[in-house]
């Protein structure tokens, strides 16, 4: 009887496993970048996701934004990830640009670690140009990209300003007049990341896209010749990133976290906040009572040079090629490129779509809507390093004091330009 | 006269080796073997990337490393704050470290107590340390800042001037490290026999004249341990400035910037690069250079030193 007990429980053990065989089970690794909103919506989106498929599990790690490229070579290199929140394809090398570096997605293309998605059925469900500009190389599609974020607009209290009777700046100087307003009044006129470092960069994007709307044309003209740091047109706008980073920033933003600014803006401690639109559903989370807006950094006196927005294509999903989940990785794409889930992550994430049929109907989307038709891609997104080159030659507003060594824009300018002379004449 | 040989002869002769041999195939695979590999690497294009065609470069990286723009006298500058971190942690956290070995050398109260206390950074993790720090040294409300508010001062701390994070970062380094050293010298310390120092005492020596010609020298080969130990450990350390200040102009150390090469970091670049592996195996090869010449002429000296003083 026993014997006859343990022949049956050894039976089952053998069958049950092959029973559900059809059903096979699936984990998904998947790697995402630091953004409470986007962080948020895919926890709860996996959820649901789940539930559809429930053999399939999703694990989601998340890191800091600076540590993605990082994380996402290594994780390839070692295949323990499935899909991969890349930025969109950028800082690709042109044909003026010579003896530089290929940028990370076309090392990982060529090294064959990324999965040509170019069948995909899903991919109609997007902009052919988002696609193309954003997530195609040599004809084929390696990334659905899905979605856009302006980065050189200031987000602003509206009800500090109109408690103060400050208008919407339109130009620098009024920019200026309205920080001083706030300081003689012991707020602070604006905050930011400043721990991370790229937060006050991007903060003073603004600034460099009123003096050069057109920014493939600055970067082409910085790689040519044609245009320099240090010229007198540069020149000011070093000056008014200093002033960006020394008198319009509150003292001690250098602590301050990526993820802490918005909070901070949200609780009213500061009247503006420069970043860019991804922080507005974090400000919103933070605070939903706050009456906030949206305004492009006004770099320039001349209003006409600052009615433009720049930034960039954001998240966008990669596949890793040696990936053993593909059915369900391909199964996640398609779900979350649904209109019905593509509309909630835009709602969620407040980004730009990219696909047609969804709308940003936020408060951000409404101020923003006006900018859309002459929205263009940032300088971070073009410029490309020559080999050689220093570690100024960027326009950096964080190298000013207090958060870095530098404190005459003129001598800062000059340095910028001969890093960058050095590259460009060390690749001749 | 020669010792029996223990292991007998013929095939007997061979179990030492065999042995000694799971432990050198351990070494070979985990240290030596990736240290020799890096060399290769350093003269090769390769990304680290699996599948990634590599090239055989040369000098290349070397030259790119060294001589090419303004990239090669950043990197100078580099190595030369390298060699200031290292010199300042080795002296501060060497004569601290004695210090407080030497203090807690009495038979004082509560001096187990105040080991153990000075001995806990060192258990802790470099992120925690880090971080823990951060937290310190916060700008907005943070303790230090509080402090320095009680005198009408106001700093950015670790998110100012490079120069002005540096030095907190040299000083947590030491605050981290400084266990050890203490350690070490409190060993050697024990090992010194009272009656010498009570005998110099009868003889009408005064507790420095002590100190300096009895406690000092026999103290040799401990300070000799620590400062290989600090000299080494500094030209390597990175990590700590990787959590505290992240990549950076003016404050990376030549272990960062291997890290930010190889690694795809670039400091202000939020976008990332790809991953230069080769080029950093060539600036690790740099690196290797630097240690094995500093710390080969420090051991010469040191036990010179030694040998002077001891005989």
Redo the contacts between chains.
Sequence with gaps: MKRRSVIIVLVLLLILPALSFGQASATIELLIHQNAPLVDYINAFNQKFQDKYPNVTVNVSVVNSSELATSTQTRLTANDVDIIDMFGFAQGIQPYMKNADKPNWQTLIEAGLLMDLTAQPFLKNYDASAIKDAGSFNGKVYEVNTGRYAFTGVFYNKDLFSRYGVKVPTTWSQLVAACDTFKKNKISAMTAGGKDGWPVLVAGYGILLSAYPDQAALVKGLWSGTIKWNDAKTVGMWQKMQVLAKDMIEPGASGIAFDAAPGRFAAGLAAMYPAGSWDAPAIASANPKLNFGYFPMPGSDNPNDNKFLAGKYDVGWVVAAKTGNKDAAMKWLAFFSQPDNYQAYVNATGIMPTQPTAKLNTTLGKEVAPYLANFRLGYELLWVNPKGFGQWAMPNASFFKPFNQWDDAKKLADQAQADLDAGLKANQ | MYAAYHFGSRRSRLIPTLLLLPGMLLYFCLSLGPSLATVVYSFTDA???????TKWLGLSNYK?FLF???????NFEVLVRTLEFSFLVTVIQTSFGLLIAVLLNQRLKATNAFRTIFFLPVILGVTIIGLMWTLF????G?PV?KILGLFGA?S????????QAFLWVIWVQIWANMGITMIIFLAGLQTIPAELIESSRIDGASGWQGFRHITYPLLMPSLNTNLTLAIIGSLQAWQLLLVMK?????TQVLGLTIYAIA???V??????????QGYGAAASVVLFVLVLIIGMTAQYLMRRRERRILG
């Excluded at chain 2, 040294?137 to 907005?140: A, F, K, S």
């Excluded at chain 2, 400091?267 to 230069?276: D, E, F, K, V, Y």
Aim: a negative charge.
């Design positions: 990304s680290g990337l699996v599948g990634s065609p790119e090419l723009g303004q990239n090669a006298r950043d040294l916060y700008p907005l943070g800042e106001q950015e701390l670790l998110g100012g001037p490079p120069f992240g990549v950076t102009n003016g690694f795809g970091r400091s202000n670049n939020p976008t990332g690069i790809a991953m230069r």
